[in-house]
């Protein structure tokens, strides 16, 4: 859709600029490719975390999804895999999205920073800023029309607040900075260290289904 619109709107005669400032809105987007923006993030120095990687993680999934998942940040598997949510969070993730009959294959999972914080601990709000761009770039390419924020760190980053998960899961938000809808649900992490939420999941996971299905296959 992305290309009939830049290339033959325009050979046409049609004025396209409405679709160039949508996609451009409130952030940048200075690369048009993945590999090459994950080029960049393997030489990312822009923050501490850098030098204790082991290797960055940039994102993985269905590149031309409608669904983009955000997490926090990678953890000591994912650091040694450079890859997302592949430790028991990540599986447990797989099996969140099996129970409402969808798969991993089908989303685009990214997170707020590129690389592993120190022993696991939540990435500093500097950190987070130092690699939005990244991010930014990221939902810039892969145009999702839904972002699912993974946990509340990265749902009060994109929404611009403050507020404790009670506040935050089952509702519809809409961040304005993309111009998509947001849906906040659990970090699988967090379910893992707390199995006594495992209760409220699943009208999460319904209220999950509902938002996503028109979506993916
Ligand atoms: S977390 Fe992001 S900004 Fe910081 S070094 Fe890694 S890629 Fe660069």
């Not at 998942?69 to 969070?89: Q, S, T, V």
Request: hydrophobic residues 35%; neutral net charge; charged residues 30%.
């Amino acid at each position: 859709m992305k290309s009939m619109i830049d290339k033959y709107f325009p050979e046409m005669e049609i004025d396209v600029s409405w679709y160039s400032k949508k996609r451009t809105i409130g952030y940048s987007s200075g690369h048009t490719d993945l590999n090459s923006l994950d080029q960049l993030v393997k030489d990312c120095q822009k923050c501490d975390l850098y030098k204790t990687r082991k290797n960055t993680v940039f994102g993985d999934g269905d590149k031309n999804s409608d669904v983009m998942f955000i997490g926090e940040a990678p953890g000591r598997e994912e650091d040694e895999a450079g890859k997302p949510f592949i430790g028991r969070a990540g599986k447990l993730l797989n099996e969140f999205l099996k129970s409402i009959g969808l798969n991993r294959e089908s989303v685009y999972i990214v997170n707020t920073v590129k690389c592993r914080p120190p022993e696991n601990r939540d990435p500093e709000i500097s950190e987070i800023n130092a690699c939005s761009d990244y991010l930014d770039q990221q939902i810039s390419i892969i145009e999702p029309k839904v972002l699912v924020l993974l946990g509340k760190i990265a749902a009060n980053r994109f929404l611009n607040e403050d507020k404790p998960m009670s506040d935050l899961r089952l509702k519809k938000f809409f961040v304005e900075k993309y111009d998509i809808p947001a849906i906040v649900f659990y970090h699988p992490a967090y379910i893992l260290r707390s199995p006594s939420q495992k209760k409220r999941v699943w009208d999460d996971l319904q209220f999950l289904h509902g938002i996503l299905s028109p979506h993916v296959s």
